[in-house]
């Protein structure tokens, strides 16, 4: 794929965007599921749904970077990644 990912949210009438430099790496699998439980993680924290997007977006970015490099396919992210707030 070209280009960077963008994930793109219509929050209060407005529209936002959550951009980060794409990754080239098999070592992806389970993005979406871990992307949607750190948005849920951060709403119970009590923050707002934009900032809940951003913080996920930022720890997903960096489970994918600092991937374990497990199996020989599709392996899958560091859940392990450091959680910003």
Known sequence: MAGDPIDI????GKWM???APRIDTRHNHGTGCTYSAAI??????GHDLRTAIGNAKRYVTEAIRSNPGL???SGPVNHHAPVGD
Do not use: C, P, Q, V
């Not at 849920?40 to 924290?45: G, M, P, Q, V």
């Open 9 to 12: 949210l219509l929050y209060d």
């Open 17 to 19: 965007e959550f951009t």
């Open 40 to 45: 849920t993680a951060s709403l119970a924290l």
């Open 71 to 73: 199996g020989a396919g």
